[in-house]
Nanobody, 124 residues
Framework: QVQLVESGGGLAQAGGSLRLSCTTSGLDFDDYAMGWFRQAPGKEREGIGCTAWSSNSPLRPSVKGRFTISRDSAKNAVYLQMNSLKPEDTAMYYC??????????????????WGQGTQVTVSS
């Protein structure tokens, strides 16, 4: 059974930082591209970025220079380091797994496994 579990969300002030973690089980981690997504109330889900064995996707422009995605094969985990947080970063954040490639990372298409999400709230 494949499981993805996000953690590290919470309340942060504008300009602050949070580090989200996504631990996985039940899949061959190195065979999967791992993406981060978010969805704010009343808005569509949007892709933040993706890391794969072959290459990484670019980050969405609104987070470029502030967010970083990394993965640790020894821990079967992927991370989202978020710096210089803004109130507009407030959303539920999800990690997801796609076989091998990051294609579809902007929308989540092709990502077969999803975590339950972790809430990030940024106050002004």
């Amino acid at each position: 059974q494949v499981q993805l579990v996000e953690s590290g969300g919470g309340l942060a002030q504008a300009g602050g930082s949070l580090r989200l973690s996504c631990t996985t089980s039940g899949l061959d981690f190195d065979d999967y591209a791992m993406g981060w997504f978010r969805q704010a109330p009343g808005k569509e889900r949007e892709g933040i970025g993706c890391t794969a064995w072959s290459s990484n996707s670019p980050l969405r422009p609104s987070v470029k220079g502030r967010f970083t995605i990394s993965r640790d094969s020894a821990k079967n985990a992927v991370y989202l380091q978020m710096n210089s947080l803004k109130p507009e970063d407030t959303a539920m954040y999800y990690c997801a797994a796609s076989w091998r490639y990051c294609s579809g990372w902007t929308s989540g298409t092709g990502f077969d496994y999803w975590g339950q999400g972790t809430q990030v709230t940024v106050s002004s």
